[in-house]
């Protein structure tokens, strides 16, 4: 009696600890888990303003500015005009360049105050590239900032990440709130929260002005 006895406490013990022990590997493959990936194009090491401008940081000090992947799915194939030529200046605020597809257009502010030290000049014989090879050949601008220390007030890595899943979610509110007023379509943002592309042609021009001031505002 006392054997079996022993043997249902070790039997018992075991099935505690393998429960134990499988919880511990749940919580670990959970930890460990990727998180579920942005739709929107967010890399590591590409500091991102909330006025939807990335800046990827060289050594020299010099930064390469573009618009961000949520603004340019906004446009199917957008044209791009430049407002700051080479050894001009652009304060934080201050439009850089504009945006154009028909009739519809974005200004893009700058995120920092700066010198232009080259301009992009391929994307306006090449527009494609900037959606194509957004962080690589689609920079409109080079800069060099007036303050290095300007970057650290941006978003970097996972901030990122979690910075454009928010506006994603604001604009699903901007287009919900349009759709109230009947004049936009509730198709508009595919899988994932992710704007359809050419979006921005369904937008009245009121809604294209209080987008850009709502999205695309520095101050």
Not at 36 to 55: D, E, K, N, Q, Y
Not at 121 to 142: C, H, I, R, S
Not at 152 to 176: C, H, M, N, P, V
């Amino acid at each position: 009696m006392t054997v079996l006895l022993f043997l249902t406490m070790i039997i018992l013990f075991l099935g505690i600890d393998y429960v134990v022990q499988r919880k511990k590997k749940t919580a670990l493959a959970a930890a460990q888990a990727p998180l579920t990936p942005s739709p929107m194009r967010v890399p590591a090491g590409i500091f991102f303003a909330p006025s939807h401008t990335w800046l990827n940081l060289f050594p020299s000090g010099n930064v390469r500015v573009g618009a961000d992947d949520f603004v340019l799915r906004m446009m199917k194939k957008p044209a791009i005009s430049f407002l700051k030529a080479p050894g001009s200046s652009a304060k934080k605020g201050e439009a850089l360049f504009r945006l154009q597809e028909g009739t519809r257009t974005l200004t893009v502010q700058s995120p920092i105050d700066g010198e232009v030290v080259a301009v992009n000049e391929d994307l306006q014989q090449e527009p494609e590239k900037m959606k194509e090879e957004l962080f690589v050949n689609g920079w409109a601008y080079t800069m060099k900032p007036q303050r290095a220390s300007e970057l650290t007030q941006f978003l970097l890595g996972e901030r990122s990440r979690a910075w454009i899943q928010q506006e994603l979610g604001r604009l699903k509110d901007f287009i919900a709130e349009s759709m109230q007023a009947g004049s936009l379509s509730p198709v508009l943002l595919q899988d994932g929260g992710a704007p359809v592309d050419g979006l921005f042609n369904d937008f009245t021009p009121e809604q294209c002005e209080k987008f850009e001031h709502q999205f695309l505002n520095v101050q």
